[in-house]
């Protein structure tokens, strides 16, 4: 009698693989984070952690290698004596060196493993924290729970945005503004978001909004806060909005900012894909159309019409090629979405995250357009996603800079880096992969990295491909 199939325990039922022992190099980072992240998109906001020192030294390296920027995230530093009688004391003592050595007109704490599962009440401690020092000019102060065992980073930075809607927005008077959740992309890619809707003439709020913050000018001194970020009046207002906009088509709107913003204050909610590729770029633009009451603007229009050609001048070079696509999940989608568009099957698509709205969202962007479904992986290591891959045999890996070794080093496979975070290419944030302009950069990119392989593997020494 033969021995059963090792299982492995997945949302969804049980898959045979090897016998599981632990995760190998995750496919994803910590949910704290990704809510740091967030709060670094705000005007003078600092990222709180309360939690261990080593949590706040973990997140700074990520983000500094990443943006290249000077990245600060305070602590309240706990120890194995606040471990056993609680943080209090070091949330509160950190909030008052923060406000004195800062400045901060906002602060974002965030809660880690070590402090949930203490079971340190953070939103009481908060309350008590603001009648000890009312006298004192105290800052917007917001707080989120964010275990890191508990979710991906970009649950993180979600769980944080709905918690900043749900701690500052009001219902204030209408205004004409247009909210906008443009979920976590580049620091280019809020650029030209807020440049899109400028041509529009639509008054965008969008937040987060990191892109002077963590890619901004040299300074000739050091500035404790950088400036820029969606300022705390301006969230004030959302209640308020004519509308929202949400990007991201795994995001539940029950759990999201934009879902709060609808119940709560009764705002519009628009929810679409990230715009990457033809299809769900059309699809922003058309909801941009609505709500602006007025057409495309002709610069977007060429801009449509000069990647709609560069599709047919790259189809040679990509029909018929395979990928593994991992990342965020919302990510994933706009990629697979792209890459049904112009010939490439992704194989893979993997998130470490496990909403369970990854494989419908994956399919309702690419059914029709293949030959052959992706295997859609929820929940995965790089250890599962390349053991994989070794049997499929992709053209192509794209994904952030976590799957380099197991996947294009090891397995010879050439890579597209896109996402967070990229710590081995330079100029991570100013990567662009939204709307007809990112589409254009990135399409670009495959076909080049297709011809340099094709290039280099050849004997012949082509000049001309």
Known sequence: MSAPTPLKRRKGGMTPIEP???????????????????????????PFLHGSQGCATYMRRYVISHFREPVDIASSSLGEKQAIHGGGPNLKLGLLNVMKKYGATCIGVATTCLTE?????VSMLLHEFRKEFGDLPLPALVHVSTPSYGGTQAEGYQAALRAVVDQLAGSEAATSQVNVLPNFVS??????????????????????????????????DYVKIMPG??????????????????????????????????????VPLHSLGLPI?????????DTLCTLAGRPTPRRYELARGRLVDAYVDGHKYLSGKTAVVYGEEDLVVGLCAFLAEIGITPVIAASGGESGRLSCAVKAVTDGLLRQEPEVREGVDFYEIAARARELKPDLVIGNSKGYRVLAKELGIPMLRVGFPIHDRFGAQRVQHLCYAGTQALYDSIVNTVIDKKQTDSDVGYGYI
């Open 20 to 46: 599981f022992v632990s995760t190998t190099n995750a496919c994803k980072m910590c949910k704290p984070l990704g809510a740091c992240l967030a709060f670094l998109g705000i005007e003078g906001c600092v």
């Open 117 to 121: 599962t203490i079971g340190d009440d």
């Open 187 to 220: 620091c280019e890619d809020l650029r030209h978001l807020a440049d899109v809707f400028d041509h529009f003439g639509l008054d965008a709020a969008l937040l987060p909004d990191y892109s002077e913050r963590l890619d901004g000018g040299a300074q000739e």
């Open 229 to 266: 970020g969606t300022p705390v009046a301006r969230i004030r207002t959302m209640g308020g909005a004519r509308a929202t906009i949400e990007l991201g088509r795994t995001l539940d709107p029950a759990k999201s900012a934009g879902g709060l913003l609808a119940e709560r204050f009764g």
């Open 277 to 285: 590729g033809l299809r769900e770029t059309d699809a922003f633009f």
